[in-house]
Every structure is written in C-alpha cells, then in structure tokens.
C-alpha cells in the first residue's frame, strides 16, 4: 500500500518521479507528492491521483536531479493535500516519504510537542520527520546516525526515503516490513517500493531486507544494519519487461491481465509440466517433498482472492494428496490461538508476497516449528524470503487492482502440489496421471476459446449492469468460483454480490430472490450437476433471474437459464481455471459500462501491507 519512488543521479529527477508514481498509482491513489531537492526542497503534493499533482505542478520548471515521490492510500489523517507525503519536518531540514504504520506515532508526537515541536498533518510520517530533525539538531549528528537512532524508537512498519537539506548529496532509505528496492544505474540509483517504476532505467536491482539503511549517492551505495554493520548488497537481475508493465493496448491492465491467462498459465507450468515425459516437477519442493508427503495436516492461508485460490487447493489436495487441509483467512488465523504441529505444512499464498496479515501468520506457523511454504508472484518480495521453499506463479506483472491472472495461476501451482505429492504417495496411477497431465496441458488453448467469446459476454453485462445486488452460487470446486466471482463485481463494480455453496441458498439467501435478483450460477457437469440443476429450478420457480456458467452443448441448463456463459469440457479439477474466466470478463464489462475506475477501485490499493 502506497507507492514510494525516488532517484538520485545526473538526469532531471522530476519526469522520472511522475512516471513511476503512475506505474505506482495502483498501490494506493488517495493522494500524490514529489519534493526535489534544488537550493532548498520544493514539495508538491495534491490530493487525488498522480494527474492532479501533475496540473499542480504546471509548467514550472524543476531541474534537480535528486527526488523522492510518493503515491498514499491513506492509513492516518483523512486524504488531504496537508496529509499527502513527501513530509518536511518543522524546520524544513528533512523531507522524507513513508510506507507503512508508526504504531506508537501518538506518543512520539506528543512527546516532541512538549519539547516545542509544531505539526501541520495528523500523519504519522510527519512525526518521523519531526523525530529526525529534533535528533539531528539536539544530538549534533549527521544525517544517517538521526535516522538510525529515530528509527530506533519507533514500533511499526517502515518503507521510507529521507532527504536531508544539509547533506544534499545522498538519500537515506530505510526498511522494516514495507518493501524497498534499489535500482542500480551507471552512476545514478533509482528507490522505490517495487520494480515497476524502476525496470525501465535498469535490470540490476537491490532488495534491502528488514533492518537495513542505505545511504545513497549518485555513485556509491553503502548498505548498512540498523546498528550500523556494515552489508554487501546484493545485486538481483529483475526478469521483468516494460512491456509487461504496459496496457499494452488494451483500455486497462485488467482487460489484458485477463487477456493474458492463456500465457500466464503457460509460463507457470513452464519445465514444471512435462508433457513429453508424463511428468510434473517442480524444482522450488524438491527437498521439501519428503515431508509434504508424510505431512497429515496442511493449513493453507491468505487473504481475499488468494484465499479463494487457496479453498480450490482445499478440494484437490482432498482429492489427489489425501491430506486434511484447513483453510485459514491470514488475519483471523494470527488473532486466534490456532493449534500448529511440528509435522504440519503450512501454505501461504499471495500475489503481492507483501499482504501484512499472511506475513504474519507466516511467523507464527515459524515460530511453531511448521513446514512453511509460499505460493507467490513478486520474485523477490517478502513472502518468499520468510517461507522455507515455495512455487513462483510466474503471472507476471499483476497491476489491476482486482486479481484475476494471479488467480488462475495460483490454482494451477496447486493443481501441480497436489497431483504431484498423490502421484509420489502413489494415490494417482499412470493412466490417470498421463490423463491428468494431458488435460492439464489443454487449459490455455481452452482459455482462449472462452475469451473469444467475451462479445457475448459483455452483451450480457449490458443487461445487467444497473443491478443493485447479485447471488453466485456453486458447488464443490465451483464454490471458491462463486466466491471470487461475486468478489471481482462488488470491487470494480461496487454491485453488491454474494458467493454462496449452492446447497446453502435455501439456507438462507433464497429470501432475497425476486425478479430483480441476477444469480450467477457456476453450473458446469460434474458429479453435483443434477443438484445444482435442482438449485436452479428453486431460484427459477421465485422469478430470479439466472445467468449460468455451463459446459458446452449442455441443453437443459440452457432451457432453464436466462443467458448462459459455455465453457469447454474439462476434468473436474481443472473447471476453477475455466469458469472462472467468463467471471472476471462480467464483472469486467459492468464495471466499466458504470463508469467504474475498474484498475483503480475506490477505498482498495494492490497489496495490503496494514494490518
Ligand atoms: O497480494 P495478495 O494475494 O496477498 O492479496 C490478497 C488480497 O488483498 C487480494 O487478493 C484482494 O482481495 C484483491 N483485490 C482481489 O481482487
């Protein structure tokens, strides 16, 4: 949550802020800032989005080469143009940009209010600034040392640059549980909170870790600890494209994220999927498969859409592992006092590897002596460098606020968890894996097929797009489908949707059917189809109106529904990675025929690094 970019070097510094905290914007855009350090600092900051800073700033010619910039999603103090960073401290000797939550901010300020210390925001980034400065000027120390030692008395998380007007020549940053990587140019470093706005200038890149502070030059870099010892940075080559980090035609990145599944699930199984030899492999479990296979609990954690992914890995661990699976929200699991065994696997999925509850739960199952593995998609992100071993999704760059590629892809690396631990327990023989496999290898081409047919599916949105409420029903593997389908319409369309096992309808949520109540139901042939054919006479025999998700050439859901959305015929396990498409491309097109920001929902930011 929000978006942190900064350079330092020879080229104008302003151009290179602006366009990063666009590539930012998705991290949170209830207001945006730049401070560039010419004689003194000048601060820009407006609230709304990246464009309003941009008409704030007009044609006034900046030509500093030293910049911070920052893009909020507001935590403390309304979204305002005085609460919008970057934050000068009171006597204007630092600026400094802030990710994260200063939990004991209230204490600190009124502390140095009582040292004569004067505020204009209510944020708690301005308190860091203020405790800087007032250590800076009371403790006669440079820059660095100020920053260490206000650091030092902070309880919280952090991401942050400070600029110091005395000491013009570098920036500081600083990491504890907000993300920052340094890009490496020749004779320039460029800061940020994620590679976006940095893959551009350059590949080479270094991810600090908790703890560290960097005192950046043009030309030097020197990474420290916080207590001042001395590290060796580490360079990273990021495998990312520009390319990837462009709409690349489309009207949003969630259009072409969901455009883009096809390829993302491919690159996923990618030398993990071997059609050629019958084999799944994946390279990230090996050592850990000795105990994965002998594990008799796996709790699977994660919050919102990877959640979801991860009640689907529930049913095909079930299936294919035979191994109890739980399935834990993130940030309920953390606030209970769950019970975790030595011998239990714990799986946390997350696109952004940043989400604060999931890092969390992380320590906890640690500090309980679990297995703890990570399905994520930010190479180099938090998540992966606390769990023991882990799968990369390999989706690619995520940048619509509401996740749909990162989704198929989860559920494909589960997929390839669960057939490949049943397969070494022995519970799938080689007919059934060679069939499995094969399939498997189908599901992009099949992809394809339902996004062709996305004309249709807007028609259908068109009809629908003045809903006020919305049911999705499903069973079995389709349950977590119904789940996510009514997730996507309420974030980018603000329609309210609810997801619910078809069974439970009659529950409960049958009273809400009148003929104003659209139910999506994800109705493909499986096992449950006549029950869920019963399910859609009861919401028929109300007058509700029924839009289907059923499997090609299927005739009586057909007869039944008002409008159906096919989907090729798949094994059962694979029906999430279908179903699921028509879903996202729904919500989609209702969204954006509301006039719906659909990348940038209100209130939501990508990765959700609060608690
Ligand atoms: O980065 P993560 O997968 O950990 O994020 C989890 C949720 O915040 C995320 O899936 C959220 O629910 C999305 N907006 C859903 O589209």
New binding site residues.
């Given amino acids: 949550m929000c978006g942190i970019v900064g350079y330092i070097g020879d080229r104008v510094a302003l151009p290179i802020l602006l366009n990063g905290l666009k590539r930012l914007e998705y991290r949170g855009y209830d207001s945006a800032g730049v401070a560039i350090l010419e004689d003194l600092p000048l601060v820009f900051k407006k609230k709304g989005k990246v464009a309003e800073l941009e008409k704030h700033i007009g044609n006034q010619k900046l030509t500093g080469s030293i910049g911070i910039g920052h893009t909020r999603w507001a935590t403390h103090g309304e979204p305002n143009d005085v609460n919008a960073h970057p934050h000068a401290s009171m006597n204007g000797k630092f600026v400094i940009i802030h990710n994260g939550i200063i939990e004991n901010y209230a204490r600190l300020r009124e502390r140095l209010e009582a040292r004569g210390v004067t505020f204009k925001s209510q944020t708690d980034t301005e308190v860091l600034a203020n405790l800087i400065e007032y250590i800076y000027e009371k403790g006669q120390v440079d820059a660095e040392l100020a920053v260490r030692l206000a650091l030092s008395k902070v309880i919280g998380a952090y991401g942050l640059v400070v600029m110091c007007v005395g000491e013009p020549d570098k920036l500081i940053a600083a990491r504890k549980g907000s993300p920052l990587v340094i890009g490496v140019g020749n004779e320039e470093y460029f800061i940020a909170s994620d590679a976006t706005p940095i893959v551009e200038y350059t590949k080479s890149v270094i991810y600090l870790n908790d703890g560290d502070v960097a005192v950046i030059k043009k030309d030097q870099l020197v990474l420290k600890t916080m207590k001042n010892d001395s590290q060796s940075p580490v360079i990273q080559e990021l495998s990312i494209d520009i390319g990837e980090i462009d709409k690349g035609g489309y009207d949003h990145f969630m259009l072409k994220e969901i455009f883009e599944q096809p390829r993302s699930i491919q690159d996923t199984f990618r030398g993990r999927v071997r059609s050629e030899n019958n084999e799944i492999h994946l390279g990230g479990l090996y050592e850990v498969m000795p105990r994965l296979i002998e594990s008799k609990r796996i709790i699977i954690i994660?919050?919102?859409?990877?959640?979801h992914a991860g009640l689907v890995g529930e049913y095909l661990f079930e299936d294919f592992a035979r191994v109890n699976v739980e399935v834990e929200y993130a940030s309920e699991f953390r606030y209970r006092n769950p019970i975790i065994n030595k011998d239990d696997v714990v799986i946390a999925?997350?696109?952004?590897?940043?989400?604060a509850d999931?890092l969390a739960a992380i320590r906890l199952a640690k500090e309980n002596g679990a297995l703890v593995l990570g399905i994520c998609?930010v190479v180099g992100s938090s998540i992966p460098r606390e769990t023991h071993a882990g799968v990369y999704t390999h989706a690619g760059p995520e940048i619509g606020?509401?996740?749909?590629k990162?989704f198929t892809c989860q559920v494909t690396v589960l997929a390839m968890m669960a057939i490949s631990i049943g397969r070494s327990k022995g519970l799938i023989d080689d007919t059934n894996y060679r069939k499995l496999i094969q399939e498997f290898n189908q599901i992009p081409e099949k992809i394809g097929e339902i996004l062709s047919q996305s004309g249709h599916i807007k028609q259908i949105a068109d009809k629908y797009k003045n809903s006020t409420n919305s049911l999705y029903l499903g069973r079995g593997y389709l349950f977590p489908v119904a789940l996510e389908g009514a997730?996507?319409l309420k974030?980018i369309s603000y329609i309210h949707a609810e997801g619910y096992p078809a069974a439970e309808m009659k529950h409960g949520p049958i009273a809400l059917i009148d003929q104003n109540m659209p139910v999506v139901v994800v109705a493909t042939k499986d096992s449950s189809y006549e029950k869920i054919v019963s399910n859609i006479q009861e919401v028929k025999a109300r007058n509700g109106q029924v839009i289907a998700v059923v499997t090609k050439g299927d005739t009586i859901i057909r007869q039944m529904a008002d409008y159906v959305f096919e989907i090729p015929e798949t094994e059962t396990v694979f029906t999430p990675l279908l179903s699921v498409i028509p879903l996202q491309l729904f919500s989609y097109y209702i969204a954006v025929m509301r006039g719906c920001n659909v990348d940038q929902p209100r209130n939501?930011a990508?990765?959700?690094t609060v608690e």
Avoid: D, P, R
Avoid at 302 to 307: E, H, K, N, V
Avoid at 350 to 355: F, L
Avoid at 401 to 404: E, G, K, L, Q
């Fill in positions: 994660a919050c919102g859409t990877s959640w999925i997350s696109q952004s590897g940043e989400t999931t998609n606020v509401a996740s749909t990162a997730l996507k974030e939501l990508k990765s959700v």
